[in-house]
């Protein structure tokens, strides 16, 4: 008879069973059981169940160690060769660690973790499992990446590829070859023997992940893995595989335009939230050292309504241009529209103009656009907002030389922000001459007139003044 290989175990009650059912027998759940494999030595001696040992049996030694008694790895983190990388990931790759990687479809996932698989492979021996595409087909990118003129080096030094899908035969192979750096492309192709259900379920993806994190802690492999997005733009799969895993890192950009993002949401060995910024051109991803210049629109031409702020992504300072555009309504309720800034936060800073600083908001379409298709999130945005949204009210210029950092209150306050001195420097990096910040925060910077404010009526005063 064959041996059990997996069992189903309920997420809500914890019970288990040996066939899967829709509800559970126990807590009467629907759709709680999720199937999970057992360990190679449980199947091996036929059970089901782990036996676990009494706590009351004979004291056994000690096994846990105090920090002195722990022995130090002095970590040294590998330059991936690409800087913009290495900053995302805290400043290099640490050995042993484990990466997800994920963004939307055609991004560009292969096209970076192949590009950094090949700068590697001239120090470090490099094994790139290509689950979802053949190994021509990965051959055919690589080719294009170092052949086309300005591309990466061609020679590929120690890059392995090895087309497979199935867990236990990359594990066999990590093992055998036991290179510094892997990359896993995609979790979502693998597929665990063990397991009934077909890749990309989410009991495959999680023991997927869960055996190669193991693997990864033992034998010092850093690994990247490539993550798929679902429609809501989270990686797919449990939410556990976020906790599992050391770091997670988004790729995200704009279709239609050529540059991609790099975002940290999790790093267990850095800053979250940092940016690094590539484009993509025919040679494959090119770094982009000074970003802003991409958030900054048309500076030419001048057109009321435009405001410039200083966003902080993690570390990273990024000069962006906002683009507002008011006018009268010709629906019962006038629409607002966002793109680049959080939706919420503008219907917010709209009530604070009309109740606060008297600006009739309710008869007219309001539509603010962040340049460069980047997402703003963070509050320090909202005096940009506020100041863009009133001068194309009055259909006024505001000073292209002006930046605005500052949070808007429910009051109509201007509220302190974090990390104004590097903002502020950025902005004078790139020739802004005055900035309007929160009262407060006065800070000297050689170069910029800075105008410290306690309210939006007086910053609103001040942008509009020329
Ligand atoms: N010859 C080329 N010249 C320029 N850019 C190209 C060329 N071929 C492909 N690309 C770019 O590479 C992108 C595909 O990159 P890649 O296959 O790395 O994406 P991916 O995120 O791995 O996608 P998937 O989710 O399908 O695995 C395309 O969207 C395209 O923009
Ligand atoms: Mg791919």
């Known amino acids: 008879m064959a041996k059990t290989r997996s069992i189903f175990l309920c997420n809500q009650c914890g019970a288990e069973s040996s066939q899967y059912y829709g509800r559970c027998p126990q807590c009467q759940g629907w759709n709680t059981l999720v199937e999970q ?7 091996a001696a036929g059970r089901a169940t782990s036996q676990r040992r009494s706590p009351l049996g004979p004291a056994q030694p000690r096994l846990a160690l105090t920090l002195k008694e722990i022995q130090d790895h002095p970590q040294t983190r590998l330059p991936s060769g690409y800087g913009e990388l290495d900053r995302v990931l805290g400043g290099g790759i640490v050995p042993g660690s484990l990466v997800l990687l994920g963004g939307d479809p055609g991004i560009g996932k292969s096209t970076l973790l192949l590009q950094m698989a090949n700068q590697l492979a001239q120090r470090q021996r490099v094994l790139y499992i290509c689950a979802e595409e053949s190994g021509q087909q990965v051959k055919l990118r690589w080719q294009r990446l170092t052949t086309e003129p300005g591309g990466a080096a061609a020679d590929q030094g120690d890059l392995f590829l090895l087309p497979e899908i199935d867990l236990e035969t990359i594990l066999a192979e990590l093992q055998s070859l036991r290179p510094t750096v892997a ?17 990309g379920s989410v009991s495959q993806v999680r023991e997927c992940t ?30 556990v595989l976020e906790h599992l895993v050391d770091t997670v890192l988004y790729f995200e950009g704009d279709r239609f335009a050529s540059h991609r993002l790099l975002r940290s949401v999790k790093n267990r060995f850095g800053a979250t939230h940092e940016l690094g910024v590539f484009e993509m ?7 982009v050292v000074n970003p802003s210049a991409l958030f900054l629109g048309n500076r030419q031409e001048q057109v009321p309504g435009i405001a410039t702020i200083v966003a902080c992504e993690g570390t990273r300072p990024l000069v962006v241009e906002l683009q507002s555009l008011v006018s009268p309504t010709s629906y019962s309720s006038p629409r607002r529209s966002t793109t680049g800034i959080e939706f919420n936060r503008l219907l917010q800073i709209l009530a604070v103009l009309e109740k606060r600083i008297g600006v009739p908001l309710s008869k007219l379409d309001a539509y603010v656009a962040a340049a460069g298709g980047l997402m703003v999130a963070e509050p320090a945005a909202d005096l940009g907002v506020a100041v863009a ?12 030389e002006l930046v605005l950092i500052g949070e808007v209150g429910l009051g109509g306050q201007v509220r302190p922000v974090s990390q104004l001195e590097l903002r502020l420097k950025e902005a004078v990096k790139l020739g802004f001459k005055r900035a309007i910040v929160p009262k407060g925060q006065a800070i000297q910077i050689e170069g910029l007139d800075i105008v410290a404010v306690a309210r939006l009526v007086d910053a609103i005063a001040q942008a509009l003044a020329t």
């Open 389 to 400: 949204v009133v001068a194309s009210f009055r259909d006024r210029l505001v000073d292209p």
């Open 37 to 43: 494999a057992l360990p190679v030595r449980e199947v």
């Open 183 to 199: 990359v896993i492309d995609s979790i979502q192709a693998l597929y665990d023997a063990r397991l009934t259900s077909a890749p």
């Open 281 to 287: 051109v025919n040679q494959g991803l090119a770094e």
């Open 210 to 239: 869960a055996a190669l994190m193991q693997l990864a802690k033992r034998a010092h492999i850093s690994l990247f893995i490539v993550g798929h997005v679902t429609k809501e733009g989270a990686i797919a799969g449990p939410k």
